[in-house]
């Protein structure tokens, strides 16, 4: 599969991935990107605040897909770059500040539960 066809297989992943398991509607901006020039996220999520920049490759370059990520989201949202290389799970890679916001914002104690249960099934 060439790297083209490798990055839109991501980006579609991505977007089931939110709306299978996340619940929200997520879809991929292919042509909105070549229409903004590339300013749009790779994947859109009108539900989260969030700038999704996607990559599905073996080669990290991870400061170049933060500032990517950070130059394309508008200021009410949060750069993320979902990652992976083959064989290999997905990583969401964000400023820690955000991620701190983000869990000051959340339920603690049902992640807590979800966690436990978790643990509980893989058992």
């Known amino acids: 599969m060439n790297s083209k066809n490798k990055g839109k297989v991501g980006e579609r992943e991505i977007a089931q991935i939110l709306t299978h398991q996340g619940g929200w509607e997520a879809r991929r901006t ?13 994947v ?16 990290v370059s991870l400061h170049d897909w933060i500032a990517q990520a950070k ?5 009410d949202q949060i750069p993320v ?27 603690i104690d049902a992640l807590r539960v979800r966690q436990k ?7």
Request: hydrophobic residues 35%.
């Open 30 to 42: 292919g042509f909105m990107q070549s229409q903004q020039n590339h300013d749009a996220a790779d």
């Open 44 to 59: 859109e999520c009108k539900a989260l605040p969030i700038h999704w920049e996607v990559k599905r490759t073996e080669r």
């Open 71 to 75: 130059g394309g989201a508008h200021e």
């Open 117 to 123: 249960n978790k643990t509980k099934e893989n058992q």
């Open 81 to 107: 770059v979902a990652w992976r290389k083959n064989n290999a799970p997905w990583y969401a890679i964000l400023p820690l500040n955000d991620l701190i916001e983000i869990l000051q914002c959340a339920d």
